[in-house]
């Protein structure tokens, strides 16, 4: 059995540059560089533009690995190319959010603000409505920092109060019931 993800081919766009090392891909391109871990077991085949994901054999942890270093490539292609964007909106009466240089400043009810700090290679701004985007190479980098910020005030199922993403629809509960 062969991984559908897996056996589907990467192509490799103008401006890319790919290097296969034993046991590591790095990814170059006009945003930055990525580099990703190559298990035992997968094999990378850059032919003309075009780069060929193998498994070696069939065992399941092969298998396994086959469509998600496929998929981890791919998203570093995109990554260094067109890079990846999470936008978040603060829904809340005197919620609001700030940057002040490379930090992110929130009022979001506490008796202090609360400030995030922006990782290297992640990039935040700021817009009207209360609305603010995370932008990054890394794929899993920008989801995981949008997460963290996200976990500082959940939206509520009762008003939907919080930090949620632009996308995201919260499912609302009824209040009490009146006598």
């Given at each position: 059995m062969v991984s559908r993800i897996g056996k589907a081919p990467i192509s490799i766009v103008d401006g890319v540059e790919v290097n296969i090392s034993k046991g590591s891909i790095s990814v170059k391109g006009p945003k930055g560089e990525l580099s990703q871990s190559v298990p035992d077991g997968i094999t990378l085949k850059l032919d003309n533009g075009i780069l060929e994901v193998?498994?070696?054999?069939n065992e399941r942890q092969t298998r396994s690995n086959h469509g998600l270093i496929r998929s981890l490539?791919?998203?570093?292609?995109?990554?260094?190319?067109?890079?990846?964007?999470?936008?978040?909106?603060?829904v809340g009466t005197g919620y609001r959010v700030n940057l002040k240089g490379t930090t992110l400043e929130f009022a979001l009810g506490f008796s202090h603000p609360v400030n995030i700090e922006a990782p290297e290679g992640i990039t935040f701004a700021?817009?009207?409505?209360?609305?603010?985007s995370v932008s990054g190479i890394s794929k899993q980098q920008v989801g995981e920092v949008s997460a963290n910020i996200r976990k500082l005030r959940p939206p509520e199922p009762y008003k939907g109060k919080g930090i949620k993403y632009i996308d995201e629809h919260i499912i609302r509960k009824a209040g009490k019931a009146g006598k």
């Amino acid at each position: 059995m062969v991984s559908r993800i897996g056996k589907a081919p990467i192509s490799i766009v103008d401006g890319v540059e790919v290097n296969i090392s034993k046991g590591s891909i790095s990814v170059k391109g006009p945003k930055g560089e990525l580099s990703q871990s190559v298990p035992d077991g997968i094999t990378l085949k850059l032919d003309n533009g075009i780069l060929e994901v193998k498994a070696r054999d069939n065992e399941r942890q092969t298998r396994s690995n086959h469509g998600l270093i496929r998929s981890l490539i791919q998203n570093m292609v995109i990554g260094v190319t067109q890079g990846y964007t999470k936008t978040l909106e603060i829904v809340g009466t005197g919620y609001r959010v700030n940057l002040k240089g490379t930090t992110l400043e929130f009022a979001l009810g506490f008796s202090h603000p609360v400030n995030i700090e922006a990782p290297e290679g992640i990039t935040f701004a700021v817009g009207e409505d209360n609305q603010f985007s995370v932008s990054g190479i890394s794929k899993q980098q920008v989801g995981e920092v949008s997460a963290n910020i996200r976990k500082l005030r959940p939206p509520e199922p009762y008003k939907g109060k919080g930090i949620k993403y632009i996308d995201e629809h919260i499912i609302r509960k009824a209040g009490k019931a009146g006598k």
